[in-house]
């Protein structure tokens, strides 16, 4: 039986790969956030088969301590304050958790188990302004304090692999949704403000920039390309994508056609959604991991609007 630990576990990310990995036989080991309120409610139905423990990335000895005990055969670190917009509002705590915390992570790695392997979660926010498509080779150009920290951890990641000879992987992943996204995020808002219009709970939605542009995919399939990373012999980096881009407002146009609406009636526009520095285009590349990994993605853009939608019907 192999071991995984997983930082970040009760997140989107976290909680599909933690139950990727129980179904392929791993004992699985997590990571949690002391919080005043519960928040593992996407790992609830496989609390009891997970293997939990208080931790942060931004405590050096916590993490240390965490290896050490779970001395695992895959690392996955998944963990970091991953709200680009609130990147700007709280940058020293941003790179504390998002890039520092991946250096404590490596650094315990190399001490407790050198021969694990490493999936860093690196993002798509890297490449910034840099002109679409974007692959492996893309020059990063960050457009906030989150996309600079990724840029820091993922460089630190291969700095790891390439001085220590570890066998570390990072997957460069695009936008990926789920019916698990967190309410902050502009796709769970939309869809959320959707259904409780069409329920009558509310009277508009309220969103930021519409002319976004994204490539967005289905979670679950992109956390299959995280295991598929770490079964090769040779650690190398992926990005992970659709390659087809829709802006903030198709994925409205497609929330409320679902439901019989219209989102021009409802959508309003506040400049404090904006961010100081906004990207425009994200759009990417995943022809190395189609060729090396044998991965791409099924679920199209209006079937992923409508899983999240339906879902919430469900829900409400």
């Avoid at 699985?28 to 009891?48: A, Q």
């Amino acid at each position: 039986m192999k071991t995984a630990l997983i930082t970040g576990v009760t997140g989107q990310d976290g909680s599909f790969l933690a139950e990727l990995l129980l179904e392929k036989g791993y004992e699985v080991w997590g990571s949690l956030r002391r919080s005043s309120s519960f928040n593992t409610g996407r790992i609830d139905h496989i609390f009891d088969k997970l293997n939990l423990r208080y931790a942060d990335l931004t405590d050096a000895a916590s993490i240390d301590n965490l290896v050490a005990e779970s001395k695992p055969d895959e690392i996955y670190n998944l963990g970091a304050q991953s709200h680009v917009k609130t990147s700007f509002d709280i940058p020293q705590y941003t790179a504390d958790a998002t890039a520092i915390g991946v250096l404590h992570m490596l650094t315990a790695m190399r001490t407790h188990c050198p021969q694990a392997r490493f999936y860093q979660a690196s993002s798509s926010e890297m490449f910034g302004s840099a002109l679409p498509p974007q692959n492996e080779l893309t020059t990063f150009h960050p457009r906030s304090p989150y996309g600079v920290a990724k840029v820091y951890a993922h460089n630190m990641a291969v700095n790891f692999r390439e001085s220590y000879g570890l066998h570390v992987n990072c997957g460069i992943l695009f936008n990926h949704e789920s019916e698990r996204r967190g309410e902050t995020f502009v796709t769970k808002k939309i869809v959320n403000g959707v259904v409780a219009i069409h329920r009558g709970l509310q009277g508009t939605l309220t969103l930021g920039n519409l002319d976004a542009k994204r490539d967005w995919g289905y979670a679950p399939e992109y956390v299959e390309g995280m295991y598929r990373m770490l079964q090769q012999v040779r650690p190398d980096d992926y990005v992970l994508a659709t390659g087809e881009t829709h802006t903030v407002r198709e994925f409205c146009e497609v929330a409320f056609n679902l439901l019989g609406m219209k989102y021009q009636d409802y959508v309003e526009i506040d400049p404090k959604y904006y961010r100081p520095a906004e990207v425009d285009v994200l759009q990417g590349d995943a022809s190395k991991a189609k060729s090396v990994l044998g991965w791409q993605p099924a679920t199209k853009f209006e079937d992923l609007v409508k899983i999240m939608v339906d879902e919430e019907m469900r829900n409400v």
